[in-house]
C-alpha cells in the first residue's frame, strides 16, 4: 500500500476509534450503574433509612450523610457518626478533637460545630490547633481564625502594638512548668513576620476557627473591656458560637440519587450507594429504573 494511502488509512481507523470512546464510556457507565449490589429480600434499608432520620436536642431530622444513636451506619457515611449527649446536643469526631454540633443545614451541606474542650473554656488541659479531614470537610468563606498564645512573658506582651489592646484581651492560663501564666488572643489576619517573631517566645499558640459573626461580637466586647472578663460576653462566648464547615462534596451525588427515587447510603464495600424501592435492590449512584435510562 502506497505510503499515502497508509497515512489516510491510518488517520481514519484513528478517528473512528476516538469517536467510539465516548459512546462506549457512556455505555460502560450505564451497564455499570445499573447492575445492583445488593440482592435483597427486602426493602427494609430502604425503609429503614427514609424513616430514621437524626434527632438530638435542637439538631432535627437529619438525613444522608449523617448517621448514629437509632440512624444505622448503613444510612450514612463513615466520619459522619453522630453521639447524642446527656445535655441534649449531638457530638461528631474529627480527627483527634470532639465538636459540638450546634446546627446542620442539610440545603446548603453546611455544619455549625464548636470545639468541645474549649466549650466553657479558655485555658484547655491540651494545646491543639483545630484541623479537619478535608477529605469529608472543608472550611466555610465565612470563618476567621482566632489565634490564641499561651505563656507569654510581659516583656514580650509589652513589644506588641498599641492597636491590638492587648491589656482587655490577656488572660490567666496556668501551664505546667511554665512561670509566665499570662496568655492573649489576637485575630491571625493581624500578624505580621515582625509580630510573629516577637511571639515566638510564648511557649504554646493555638488557632481557632470562629465565624465573622462571633469575632465581631468579640470586638465589641473588647472594646466595652468585656473581652475576657465577660464571660458570656467575651471570649468564651466568641468560641461557643463555633464556626461552619462545608460536607457538599460528599453529597453532591446524593442528588442523584434522591431524584432517581432512592435513599442515599453505604457500605463496607461501597462508599456511595443509593437504596431502590422497587426491586428491593441497591445500586451505585441512582436507581436505574429513573427517566434516566428511559431509552437506554
Not at 24 to 38: D, E, G, N, Q, Y
Not at 109 to 125: L, Q, S
Request: hydrophobic share 35%.
Amino acid at each position: 500500500m502506497p505510503m499515502l494511502l497508509l497515512d489516510e488509512f491510518r488517520q481514519m481507523v484513528t478517528k473512528l476509534f476516538q469517536s467510539f470512546i465516548p459512546t462506549f464510556s457512556f455505555f460502560f457507565f450505564s451497564v455499570f450503574i445499573a447492575i445492583p449490589i445488593c440482592f435483597c429480600d427486602d426493602n427494609q434499608q430502604y425503609e429503614e433509612c427514609r424513616s430514621s432520620l437524626y434527632d438530638c436536642g435542637e439538631v432535627k431530622g437529619i438525613g444522608y450523610p449523617f448517621w448514629g444513636d437509632a440512624r444505622p451506619q448503613f444510612c450514612g457515611l463513615q466520619g459522619f457518626e453522630l453521639k447524642c449527649q446527656a445535655g441534649g446536643y449531638p457530638l461528631i469526631h474529627i480527627g483527634s478533637l470532639d465538636f459540638r454540633v450546634l446546627n446542620i443545614s442539610l440545603s446548603t451541606y453546611t455544619m455549625t460545630i464548636a470545639r468541645m474542650d474549649f466549650w466553657n473554656e479558655t485555658c484547655p488541659k491540651q494545646f491543639n490547633s483545630t484541623t479537619l479531614n478535608y477529605t469529608l470537610f472543608d472550611y466555610s468563606g465565612t470563618n476567621r481564625n482566632l489565634t490564641l498564645f499561651y505563656g507569654c512573658s510581659v516583656e514580650v506582651l509589652s513589644q506588641l502594638p498599641e492597636s491590638w489592646n492587648i491589656t482587655k484581651k490577656n488572660f490567666t492560663c496556668e501551664i505546667e512548668d511554665n512561670d509566665n501564666s499570662t496568655a492573649f488572643y489576637v485575630e491571625e489576619a493581624l500578624l505580621g513576620l515582625d509580630n510573629r517573631s516577637i511571639l515566638e517566645t510564648c511557649d504554646i499558640n493555638v488557632t481557632l476557627p470562629v465565624s465573622i459573626a462571633a469575632l465581631e461580637e468579640l470586638s465589641k466586647a473588647d472594646r466595652a473591656g468585656e473581652g475576657v472578663s465577660g464571660g458570656e460576653g467575651g471570649l468564651e462566648k466568641a468560641l461557643n458560637m463555633g464556626f461552619d464547615v462545608n460536607y457538599g462534596a460528599v453529597s453532591n451525588w446524593c442528588m442523584h440519587c434522591n431524584g432517581s427515587g432512592g435513599i442515599c447510603g453505604s457500605s463496607s464495600t461501597y462508599p456511595y450507594i443509593c437504596f431502590c424501592p422497587d426491586d428491593n435492590k441497591s445500586y451505585p449512584l441512582l436507581c436505574p429504573k429513573s427517566g434516566y435510562f428511559h431509552g437506554i
